[in-house]
């Protein structure tokens, strides 16, 4: 996972010897994808922050934010067309 700060690329073992921070900068490590169980990491974050406020020009409420979050994240784990049919056979309805 690189890292934000430094863009330096750090294994996970390289995370838990630095107690989550970079191995280069000791910048700290925010979402861990191996920790989270929605694997977000720190550049996609940083990414969608940027992409949201247009880089920095636009501000927005807490609210709007965990809404379009939320949003990204449906967009990003959404099941395929085939899929909702596939698991609804499986189950038998």
Do not use: W
Request: proline letters at 4%; one cysteine or more.
């Amino acid at each position: 996972m690189k890292c934000i700060k430094c863009g330096v690329d750090n294994k996970y073992k390289d995370r838990i010897v630095t107690n989550g921070r970079c191995s280069n900068c000791k910048h700290p490590i925010v979402f861990d994808p191996r920790k989270d169980s929605l694997n977000i990491t720190d550049p996609f974050f940083m990414n969608f922050c940027q992409f949201l406020s247009v880089n920095q020009s636009l501000y927005f409420t807490e609210k709007q934010f965990f809404y379009s979050f939320n949003k990204k994240l449906e967009k990003r784990f959404a099941l395929k067309p085939g899929a909702l049919a596939v698991i609804l056979i499986v189950l038998g309805f």
